[in-house]
């Protein structure tokens, strides 16, 4: 009799238990579950200290750079417009050619510092490329700088911005992430074409794929080989710089043209790859 009274107190403190215990909600996509159980907070204290030591970073590879008057250090900043890019662009040129070594790290370790925290100006760096250094290494640079930026945002977004894109971006990754699964057999060809074309923002791609289980080699060259066509457009630009008043100068409607061609060229192989297995079948 005792053991049955005991049973049936456990059984009755059962779903008291169950009752107590509070759900989760979750993002789920294909082959990947998170649960919102994150804090957000803690998340974005750590994206801060990331930061915090980033600028550090920058810091140092500045202090290297040779010393400046005062007229020059006012021009060392983060271009915002044309008129910043050309005053920029003065006071690298007239040190390039000495300090060859401290003004390309300084240029690539900004390009990637923008990229990395989504932070506007790289277009403009992009531009300016086109007038510190010969087309080939300009385009290789910013390739580089994109691919890599790009991929240390990816890399924060898995470490510490899961649950900021639970909370605020849940509705676009679920939708995003249906339009990747249609491209999961030619995923290097879809992420060159999101790169060329102006459908969804760079940074909204770039915290969202790790979320949505884009690999990260995958990642890293459709947005190295992605970047090329709108980043010659840029880099062709900026061998005028001077002649530039606003970033919009830069696209010409024939430029835009051979954008679209290239994004429809790259799309072109899953085409091919579609109607071939239809035919196998």
Known sequence: MTKKRGATREADAAPLVEAEQKPTETLTVKGSSYAGSGSARRSLLILVGIFACAAS???LVYRNFPELSADEMEKMKIPKDMEDAKALGTVLSKYKDTYYSQVLLAYFTTYVFLQTFAIPGSIFLSILSG???????????????SGLGASFCYLLSYLVGRPVVHRYLTERVQKWSQQVDGHREHLINYIIFLRITPFLPNWFINITSPVINVPLGVFFLGTFLGVAPPSFVAIKAGTTLYA???AGEAVSWSSLAVLGLLALLSLLPVAFQSRLKTKLQ
């Open 57 to 59: 970073i920058m810091y």
């Open 244 to 246: 530039l008043t606003t």
């Open 131 to 145: 007038y510190l250094y010969p087309f080939p290494l300009a385009l290789f640079l910013v390739c580089l700088c």
